[in-house]
């Protein structure tokens, strides 16, 4: 399983665009690459999920470099309401095997 | 749509004490997951199962805890005797078959059943 690794924490004022980056050194040929995030006293949400280059959705967007080592969610003009914690997670959706494991996180906050 | 639906949402036990939570998936999710999530860590997969065959139970304490899903539907987590370190949220998700995956890679998960351990 490829590893993650993502900041402990970051602070963003509102309004303001905000990049979390996730490294996956050793991201397999088949893995792809989704985010979660979770409110407190609430299971973890599916925000988006991507293979390589851009994906866009309605909430955020994930780049994704030619290499695939590591991946970088963008959520535009966060609210307070974006405070939560953001997972990174590598896994091969072509395997029915293969778990997906979460790390600890990146713990945003959104200050006014 | 309705969601993945756990019970008890709190339960409050002494050691050595057991428990048991309840887990119905996402009608049609053949996929069928149990995390736990102890207070500031990511969650940690337990066991992860198809219809009612289990795929992944590597870090699944098997002295004290034990899980099933009876006709591919329903699933129980039970852990007897309960220990101070379970205290945690135990966290049920359902996913379509994995085939289908490729298109969203989403998991649905309930709001979880908070355990103490006093």
């Known amino acids: 399983l490829a590893k993650t690794t993502q900041p402990i924490s970051m602070d963003s004022y509102e309004g303001q665009e905000v990049n979390i980056t996730c490294s996956h050194n050793?991201?397999?040929?088949?893995?792809?690459i989704t985010w979660y995030q979770q409110f407190p006293s609430q299971g973890p949400r599916f925000i988006i999920q991507g293979y390589k280059t851009k994906v866009t959705n309605e909430v955020a967007s994930l780049f994704i470099p030619a290499d695939r080592k590591s991946s970088t969610l963008s959520l535009p003009r966060v609210s307070l309401s974006d405070t939560a914690v953001y997972y990174c997670?590598?896994?091969?959706?072509?395997?029915?095997?293969?778990?997906?494991?979460f790390g600890k996180g990146t713990r945003l906050s959104v200050i006014a | 749509e309705a969601g993945v639906a756990q019970s008890p949402r709190y339960k409050i036990i002494e050691k050595r004490q057991s428990v048991a939570f309840w887990c119905n998936p996402i009608s049609g999710h053949a996929t069928l997951y149990w995390y736990q999530q102890i207070l500031g860590q990511g969650p940690k997969l337990l066991i992860q199962?198809?219809?009612?065959?289990?795929?992944?139970d590597s870090q699944l304490p098997k002295d004290r805890f034990s899980a099933e899903r009876l006709k591919g539907v329903d699933s129980t987590l039970k852990i007897q005797p309960a220990k101070l370190e379970d205290s945690a949220v135990y966290l049920c998700a359902s996913s379509l078959e994995w085939a289908s995956l490729s298109e969203t890679g989403e998991l649905f998960f309930g709001e979880g059943s908070r355990l103490t351990v006093l």
């Open positions: 050793n991201i397999a040929t088949n893995d792809y």
């Open positions: 199962f198809q219809n009612n065959g289990v795929v992944d």
């Open positions: 997670l590598v896994g091969d959706m072509s395997a029915g095997n293969t778990p997906l494991v």
